[in-house]
C-alpha cells in the first residue's frame, strides 16, 4: 500500500462496532482532535488531515480468529497513516463472551507491537460506567445485576473485570486500583512498574470519574496500545499538546436540501416523528406490508419528496409503535421485515442524496449501516454533538461529490424536537 501518511495523526483507533466507533470519536472531538471514522478498512490512504482516525469494524460478537485478523488489518492500515498511538475501544459494559474477542485482539495487537503493557479499563463516568476494585458498575448496579447479565449475545454474568478478562488471555492480568489512580501520574507509572516485574502485562484500571481518566492521561503518554471504552479518550489528546477546542468541530458549510428518514421503532424516535409531524412539516409514513407486496414504495416516496423538498426538510419514516411493529413481524416474519425496510429506507437515502439533499438525518442503528452502504460512504468526518453521542459528520458519496452532512441517530438518542434542532445546528 502507497503511504501518505498525514504528518498530523496521533491515535489510530480499531473500534469493534459501529456506534461505538462513533461514540468514541465524538469525545476525541470534545476533546479537541479533528477525527475521521471509516466504515471499516480503508483500501486507500485517508483523503484528509486529521489527529485521529477510528476504524469502525464489526468484530465484537464474531469468531475470535476473526476478529483478531480485522484488528490486525485495522493496525497495519492506522500504522501505514502515521498512527502515533494505538486505541483498541470495546463497549463500555466490557461486552465479550469467555472466549473474547476483547482478549484475544489484545494479545493480537500486543504481538503486532511488539508491546509488553497495557490497560484495559471500560470506564465512562459521564455515561454511569464506573470500575472500583476492578469491578464494573452500571450506574449504581454491578454489571451482573445490570441488566446485562441476560444480554443476548454476551451476558455479563462476573462483574469482577480482572477474572473476565483473565478468563480471555494466557497474559497475566493485574489491577491499578484506585488508591493509586487518586495519587496520579508518578503513582499510576510506579504501579505500573510494579506490576511488570510482577508479571502482569495487562491491567485493568480503576475510574470513577473523570477526574480519575484525567489523572490517568499523563501514565499512558508513551503506551504503544491503550484498550478502554471510549471513556479514557477524553484524556489522551492532551498527552499531544491538545485541548479542547471548537474548532475540531469544524466542518464544510452545509447548503443543500435536508431530510429525514428513520426505520428505528425506539421510543425516542417515535417521539422525535411525532413531534416533527405536530410542527406541521411533511411527513411521509413508509408501509413494511405494501414493500411486501412488491409495490416500489421507493420510487413513490422520491416522487412524493421531489414535490415538497424545495419549501423545508421531509420526513420519510418507518417508525410505528410497538403493536404495530410486532403485527408486521407475524405477517413477514423479524428479520425479512428487518431487512425489507432497511433497504427501503437505504434506497430512499440515496434516491433523496440524487435530488440534491445534502443535510441527512437517519434514525435507527442498523438503518443507518443500511444508508451509510448505500450511498457507499467509505469516511465521515466527525463535528459538533447536536445531542450526547450523536454528531454531525460530514461525507464524500458518489452521489454527492462534494461532499453531504449527515447525523447518524441511534434509536434512544436525542430529545424530541431533534430533527428540527439537528438542521439548526447544522446552520449553526
Ligand atoms: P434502533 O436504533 O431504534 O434500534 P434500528 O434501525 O437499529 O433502530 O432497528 C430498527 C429495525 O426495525 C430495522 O431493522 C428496521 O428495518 C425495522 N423496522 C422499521 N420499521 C418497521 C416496521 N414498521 N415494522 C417492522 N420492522 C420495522
Redesign the pocket.
Given at each position: 500500500m502507497t503511504t501518505h501518511a498525514p504528518a498530523t495523526l496521533r491515535i489510530g483507533c480499531i473500534a469493534d462496532d459501529f456506534t461505538g466507533a462513533t461514540d468514541l470519536a465524538n469525545n476525541l472531538v470534545r476533546a479537541g482532535m479533528r477525527v475521521v471514522q471509516t466504515i471499516g478498512v480503508p483500501d486507500g490512504p485517508l483523503d484528509t488531515e486529521a489527529d485521529a482516525v477510528v476504524v469502525a469494524l464489526k468484530s465484537r460478537t464474531v469468531a475470535p480468529a476473526e476478529a483478531v485478523a480485522q484488528s490486525l488489518q485495522a493496525l497495519a492500515w492506522l500504522r501505514d497513516q502515521g498512527a502515533q498511538q494505538i486505541y483498541f475501544k470495546y463497549c463500555s459494559t466490557f461486552d465479550s463472551t469467555p472466549q473474547g474477542n476483547i482478549g484475544p485482539v489484545t494479545d493480537a495487537l500486543m504481538d503486532a507491537l511488539g508491546s509488553d503493557f497495557t490497560i484495559a479499563t471500560p470506564a465512562f463516568p459521564d455515561n454511569k460506567r464506573t470500575v472500583f476494585k476492578g469491578y464494573l458498575f452500571a450506574g449504581d448496579v454491578l454489571l451482573n445485576e445490570s441488566g446485562m447479565q441476560n444480554h443476548p449475545l454476551t451476558p455479563m454474568t462476573d462483574p469482577n473485570l480482572v477474572r473476565v478478562l483473565q478468563a480471555q488471555t494466557a497474559r497475566q492480568v493485574g489491577l491499578i486500583d484506585h488508591a493509586v489512580v487518586a495519587r496520579g501520574e508518578a503513582a499510576i507509572r510506579e504501579r505500573i512498574a510494579a506490576l511488570r516485574e510482577q508479571g502482569v502485562s495487562i491491567a485493568i484500571v480503576d475510574a470513577v470519574s473523570n477526574d480519575d481518566l484525567l489523572r490517568l492521561g499523563p501514565a499512558l503518554r508513551d503506551m504503544a496500545l491503550v484498550t478502554a471504552g471510549s471513556g479514557v479518550a477524553i484524556a489522551l489528546p492532551a498527552n499531544f499538546g491538545i485541548a479542547p477546542s471548537s474548532q475540531a468541530a469544524v466542518l464544510p458549510p452545509a447548503s443543500g436540501l435536508k431530510a429525514i428518514v428513520s426505520?428505528?421503532?425506539?421510543v425516542a424516535?417515535n417521539q422525535q416523528v411525532m413531534h416533527f409531524i405536530q410542527s406541521g412539516r411533511p411527513a411521509l409514513a413508509?408501509d413494511?406490508l405494501r414493500i411486501a407486496a412488491g409495490v416500489d414504495v421507493c420510487a413513490e416516496a422520491l416522487a412524493w419528496a421531489g414535490d415538497k423538498i424545495a419549501g423545508g426538510p421531509v420526513l420519510i419514516y418507518?417508525?410505528?409503535d410497538t403493536s404495530?411493529?410486532k403485527s408486521?413481524?407475524s405477517k413477514?416474519g423479524v428479520e425479512a421485515?428487518?431487512?425489507?425496510?432497511?433497504q427501503t429506507?437505504a434506497g430512499i437515502a440515496r434516491g433523496l442524496v440524487e435530488l440534491g439533499v445534502r443535510q441527512l438525518v437517519v434514525?435507527?442503528?442498523?438503518?443507518?449501516g443500511a444508508c451509510v452502504q448505500a450511498l457507499e460512504i467509505a469516511q465521515m468526518r466527525i463535528g459538533g454533538q447536536i445531542d450526547p453521542g450523536v454528531p454531525w459528520c460530514h461525507a464524500l458519496a458518489p452521489a454527492a461529490p462534494d461532499g453531504l452532512h449527515i447525523t447518524l441517530k441511534?434509536?434512544?438518542f436525542g430529545t424530541a424536537d431533534f430533527f428540527t434542532k439537528a438542521f439548526a445546528a447544522c446552520a449553526a
Open positions: 426505520g428505528s421503532c425506539s424516535t413508509i413494511p418507518s417508525t410505528a404495530a411493529v408486521i413481524q413477514l421485515a428487518g431487512t425489507l425496510v432497511e429506507i434514525a435507527g442503528g442498523e438503518t443507518s441511534s434509536g434512544n
